[in-house]
């Protein structure tokens, strides 16, 4: 990005007087919540949707509270799990399957975002999480325990040789229902899901390191620089060189 517009962007989010005007954009969204939470796992910020969810009577009544404050511990214990790997490691949540309460109290599933939030000397002092409810999915019981855990084993181990017929064992269904599962909660078949956690991986390394392109390839579970460089380019429109003098510059 160009100094001058660096400058006018940074110049522009200083003086805004409420920096969490994503919270009100949210309250709009009953079917999506939004939260912030500081290192120590207490809400900074909580949309309306998610406060009502929680059984308060306001989202200012969630400031400063923790998630075994405000869900069930089995649903508490998960969040602060990835929260402290998420501090850990600075890699953000993608796309991760978990349980949640719906608008009724009851229980249901959900897909989560989270990425860490930085202070100006680039420390992580909290992180900013997004839901969207699964609602469809959730009630025709298509989404278990189970499920959530071999997604949570693809994300975790996206770098190794991955068989869908393996993946759908773990999952205690045939190739054919995983496959339709996938599909119905994400989108995407599940190898489109492998290659898109490979890709974002790769957009992080590429980003935060300098490591060379063909080493990344291999740590993100292409068999080289090539076949990194090929579907990184069909998904992102640019090659992973290009990417990264753009990231940085960024």
């Not at 009851?106 to 997004?130: E, M, R, S």
């Amino acid at each position: 990005m160009e100094t001058s517009l660096k400058r006018w962007r940074d110049d522009f989010v200083a003086r805004l007087a409420q920096p969490l005007f994503a919270e009100q954009l949210f309250d709009r969204m009953p079917d999506m919540v939004f939260s912030v939470k500081d290192r120590a796992g207490r809400y900074v910020s909580m949309s309306q949707a998610c406060a009502e969810r929680c059984g308060l009577g306001g989202k200012h009544e969630a400031v400063g509270r923790s998630a075994h404050e405000l869900f069930p511990p089995h649903m508490a214990d998960r969040y602060v799990e990835q929260d402290e790997h998420l501090f850990r490691t600075g890699q953000p949540v993608v796309d991760n399957l978990d349980l949640t309460l719906f608008n009724d109290r009851q229980p249901g599933w959900c897909l989560t975002n989270k990425t860490p939030l930085h202070d100006a000397g680039g420390n992580i002092i909290g992180l900013a999480c997004l839901s969207r409810d699964l609602i469809e999915p959730s009630r025709a019981g298509i989404i278990d325990e189970r499920m959530a855990e071999v997604v949570d084993w693809m994300l975790a181990h996206h770098a190794e040789p991955l068989r869908v017929e393996a993946l759908a064992a773990r999952a205690g269904v045939s190739t054919a229902q995983f496959e339709r599962r996938m599909k119905k909660i994400f989108q995407l078949s599940a190898g489109q899901f492998l290659t898109k956690a490979r890709i974002d991986a790769a957009a992080r390394a590429l980003t935060d390191s300098d490591q060379p392109i063909s080493t990344i390839a291999l740590g993100c579970g292409f068999c080289d620089q090539s076949a990194l460089s090929r579907q990184f380019r069909q998904i992102t429109g640019m090659t992973p060189r290009a990417y990264r003098a753009w990231a940085r510059q960024v």
